[in-house]
């Protein structure tokens, strides 16, 4: 006879178990970022662009698929900005118009929320420049950037 912490513990481990074997036939993330991959390459030729854009975007895509196959991103992860910062640090700036790319097109087929390109890094300004913003905003009524 069980006490009802395990009979509850045990219903949890079975439910966690079935999600588990639910998400295994899945096929992973980087199945379904390859195949937006080869969906963005077609797009990109049927909207006319050059093939050597597109023979250069190819292999910077492909080493974004390896990074991303590396890290076990979840596919809301895979486009957001931490995670093109740290492929930046491993491949360089080179890859960031693909990527971009990338994200800008699987927005517009509504696979993700936002675009890459559409986040904007705050960038802090030395404090006599935000002390001169804050007085234009308060005493000459002007608009604070977004």
Not at 100 to 129: C, H, M, T, V
Request: glycine residues 2%; charged residues 25%; positive net charge.
């Amino acid at each position: 006879m069980t006490d009802a912490k395990t009979a509850e513990s045990l219903k949890w481990l079975n439910q966690y178990c079935r999600k588990q074997r639910l998400a295994k036939d899945d096929p992973p993330v980087h199945q379904h970022l390859d195949k937006a991959i080869d969906d963005y390459l077609q797009w990109m030729k049927s909207a006319g662009y050059s093939q050597i854009t597109r023979q250069n975007y190819r292999p910077q895509l492909n080493q974004f698929l390896c990074f991303i196959k590396n890290r076990r991103f979840s596919w809301t992860e895979i486009f957001a900005f931490n995670t093109l910062q740290c492929f930046k640090k491993i491949r360089g700036q080179s890859s960031v118009p693909a990527i971009n790319g990338l994200s800008r097109y699987l927005f517009s087929q509504g696979k993700i929320p936002k675009p890459l390109a559409q986040r904007a890094q705050r960038i802090d300004l030395p404090e006599i420049y935000e002390d001169y913003l804050a007085y234009q905003q308060t005493h000459r009524q002007v608009l604070a950037a977004p």
